[in-house]
């Protein structure tokens, strides 16, 4: 008989949002005279911007002419796009990274699953909690995370970084060294991020205890204040341990498309290995590039216009972030988030756990939102509402909680 991959075994059951489901559906069976607002949300809901579109259907036709069909793409991705990324989203900020060091890719969960393959399989991994699974889910599937603690809700071989309003949502360096540090800043689900001199001292740490941070920028475009990095490579020797994994998702509606890059600096090196040399393999031999017109989509969003109509996407789910954080801040509630990142994370009242709001929020105020204990045990006593509705919705939804 043939053998699975047991670590796929250990891994426990996904229940957030199938559990998030089966509640909404039989309160709407139950109360079909109710009207469900849905706060809980993770995909952008806005449609591409003209750019996008025109630049897509530029493509299509070009696919469609002998002498402009794209076959193959090349491993790396088209020059057009990595020239761009490298002019628009470093070069222009001082971060001094080179095309041959960015990845083109189908989107950022696949990057930040598939980038613990080109470690060694006992390497120890250092995770933000509550945190986005996929970190955790991929280092389970490689068997690099020992045995899981159903009561604690934990891994034995995981080092857990809490981020709480205790701390500030500032992950404190580990007891225990770790080889891979996941960051994801914005923060998916606090809405929480690091000031630069803050994430300077985990670069410094980085470097000082040779352990690579893998940096997860997907919320990059939602930063407002002047004092967050947009990149990590902005701060002082960070290629020499970061790499950096972004995105055309949520500052462009490509959840549907699907488009994202992966940086791996030169400078990146275990001994005399380079890691970019690793991936460039690993995505070689496993990915055979993001489609043509993709990437011609993409390439439109650095354009002027394309710029100024994602910054207009980008304002409309910020502005309701506003309406809810405000709103919940009108209402008593202590409110962390949603000024650099679509995601605003409130403490449950009374010390109530995250699943009983869950069911307060949905029976009384027929809001729809999220756990926090669903991210992570230190995210029990929280609760993440998403900015990515309409701003009808946000408006709706924040009275009624008011009138709670
Ligand atoms: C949405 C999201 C992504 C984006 O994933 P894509 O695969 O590019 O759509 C990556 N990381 C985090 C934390 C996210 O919330």
């Keep these: 008989m043939y053998q699975v ?100 890719s189908d989107g950022a969960k696949s990057d930040s699953g598939n980038i613990q393959e080109i470690f060694g399989a006992c390497s120890k991994i250092a995770v933000c909690d509550p945190v986005y699974p996929v970190y955790v889910d991929s280092n389970v599937m490689a068997g690099r995370t020992g045995i899981y603690d159903a009561e604690a809700e934990t891994w034995s071989d995981v080092i857990y970084m809490p981020t709480t309003k205790e701390n500030g949502f500032v992950p404190e360096k580990p007891e225990k060294r770790p080889d891979l540090i996941y960051l994801c800043l914005p923060n998916n689900p606090t809405g929480t991020t690091l000031t630069k001199a803050q994430l300077q001292e985990w670069v410094d740490y980085a470097n000082k205890e040779e352990a690579v941070i893998i940096f997860d920028a997907a919320y990059e475009a939602y930063i407002a204040e002047d004092d967050v990095p947009h990149s990590i490579y902005e701060c002082d020797g960070a290629r020499t341990c970061a790499i950096e994994i972004r995105s055309f998702s949520k500052n462009a509606g490509f959840t549907g498309l699907r488009l994202g890059f992966t940086v791996v600096p030169k400078d990146l090196k275990a001994g005399d290995v380079c890691l970019r040399d690793l991936w460039a393999r690993r995505h070689g031999t496993k990915f055979n590039g993001a489609p043509y017109i993709v990437q011609r989509a ?25 309406v809810i954080r405000n709103g919940l801040l009108d ?48 995210g029990e006593g929280y609760f993440r509402l998403t900015a990515f509705g309409t701003y009808e919705n946000s408006v709706a939804a924040l009275e009624r909680i008011k009138a709670l």
């Excluded at 650095?302 to 309701?320: F, H, L, V, W």
Aim: net charge negative.
């Design 331 to 378: 209402a008593g509630y202590e409110v962390f988030g949603g000024i650099n990142a679509p995601y605003i994370w409130m403490k449950t009242p009374d010390g109530m756990k995250s699943w009983d709001f869950f069911d307060h929020l949905l029976e009384n105020a027929n809001v729809v939102g999220t756990p926090g204990s669903g991210f992570g045990p230190s």
């Design 298 to 322: 993409g390439e439109a969003v650095y354009s002027p216009e394309g710029k100024a109509q994602t910054d207009e996407q980008i304002a409309y789910y910020m502005r309701n972030a506003s």
């Design 5 to 104: 991959n047991e670590n796929y075994l250990k891994l426990p059951g996904s229940y957030l949002f199938s559990t998030i489901g089966k509640k909404v559906n039989a309160f709407a069976e139950a109360n079909p005279d109710k009207e469900i607002l849905r706060l809980g949300i993770g995909d952008v809901t806005q449609p591409l911007c003209p750019a996008v579109i025109e630049a897509l259907h530029k493509a299509v036709d070009e696919m469609a002419d002998p002498a402009t069909f794209r076959g193959y793409a090349p491993d790396l991705g088209y020059d057009f796009l990595r020239n761009t990324i490298v002019e628009k989203d470093y070069k222009a900020r001082g971060c001094d990274i080179s095309p041959d060091e960015i990845f083109v």
